[in-house]
Nanobody, 115 residues
């Protein structure tokens, strides 16, 4: 049974930091590219960051320099370190595993940036 479980979300003040985790099971984590997406109310889901099986990373322009994606293949977990958070970062954050045309999604974790 495939599972992706996000954690680490919450309420943080502008300028603060959060570290999201996505613990996975039920598939061979190391051969899947892992991504973080987010969806704000009334908006479409958008890519935040992606990390390939080799560790190569890609970021959406608005996250570059503030967010860092990483993975630990020994723990089957992908992380998203978010710094200098802004109110516009408020969204539900989802992790996604992808291999060719096969995709798995987590259930999401809420991040709220507000004073």
């Amino acid at each position: 049974q495939v599972q992706l479980v996000e954690s680490g979300g919450g309420l943080v003040q502008p300028g603060g930091s959060l570290r999201l985790s996505c613990a996975t099971s039920g598939f061979t984590f190391s051969v899947y590219a892992m991504s973080w997406y987010r969806q704000a109310p009334g908006k479409e889901r958008e890519l935040v960051a992606r990390i390939g099986t080799s560790g190569s990373t890609n970021y959406a322009d608005s996250m570059k320099g503030r967010f860092t994606i990483s993975r630990d293949n020994a723990k089957n977990t992908v992380y998203l370190q978010m710094n200098s958070l802004k109110p516009e970062d408020t969204a539900v954050y989802y992790c996604k595993a992808a291999l060719n045309m096969r995709y798995y999604w987590g259930q999401g974790t809420q991040v709220t940036v507000s004073s």
